[in-house]
């Protein structure tokens, strides 16, 4: 079975400073791994994928995701916050063999300060 | 642009009553998926099709739920005898037909039910 667990389920940072969103994941399959945001009455977004080409992912608006396969870890981050960044972000699993199906996490939502 | 689009957006009704739901996905995209998302949660998937065939569904999709999608084009999901606890978002995203395509989301469904 797969599952997701994003460790935070509240970041606040202040405009300008790093951006770190924790997402581990379990899979008995080489998984495909995405970062979607879904900001207020939006619908959700991708932000990036991975899907067993390069560990280290860019997607939009400067965010960027590693795949560490020891640590079971898709970590998103981005070096400098913006306040449109203030939004919520998921951690979603697919690719067990058979289903496309998203598994995703509980969700992390991102405050940005002035 | 022509994403993802659900109606109607918002659905108030009262228990007991039946409701049903219209997913227009985009066109090309021959998989079609519906999810629920309550409030603080990440969403959860309900079922899947592939054309016009539903492959998955979710135990979450008791048997007051029936989904269809006639002709692999539009889908609509029904809920009978409404109770509270199906006052959600309901999410559709559709995907091309490769192993990583990602989904496209439309902007969901809110019911309420009373």
């Keep these: ?114 | 642009d022509t994403g993802v689009s659900q109606n109607p957006r918002h659905k108030i009704t009262k228990r007991g009553q039946n409701v049903t739901f219209r997913c227009d996905p985009i066109s090309e995209h021959n998989r079609l998926y519906w999810y629920r998302q309550t409030l603080g949660q990440g969403p959860e998937f309900l079922t899947y099709f592939q054309n016009e065939a539903q492959l998955e569904k979710s135990r979450l999709l008791s048997d007051r739920f029936s989904a269809e999608r006639p002709k692999g084009s539009f889908s609509t999901l029904e809920i009978q005898r409404t109770e509270q606890g199906d006052s959600a978002m309901y999410l559709c995203a559709s995907s091309g037909q490769g192993s990583y395509n990602e989904q496209f989301f439309g902007p969901g469904t809110r019911l309420t039910v009373l």
């Design chain 1, 1 to 114: 079975a797969q599952s997701v667990t994003q460790l935070d389920s509240h970041v606040s940072v202040s405009e300008g400073t790093p951006v770190l969103l924790r997402c581990n994941y379990s899979s008995s399959y080489s998984p495909s791994l995405f970062w979607y945001v879904q900001h207020p009455n939006k619908g959700l977004q991708l932000l990036l994928k991975y899907t067993s080409a390069a560990t280290l992912v860019k997607g939009i608006n400067g965010f960027e995701a590693e795949f560490k396969k020891s640590e079971t870890s898709f970590h998103l981050t981005k070096p400098s916050a913006h306040m449109s960044d203030a939004a919520e972000y998921f951690c979603v699993v697919s690719g067990a063999s058979g289903t496309y199906k998203y598994i995703f996490g509980t969700g992390t939502r991102l405050k940005v300060l002035a």
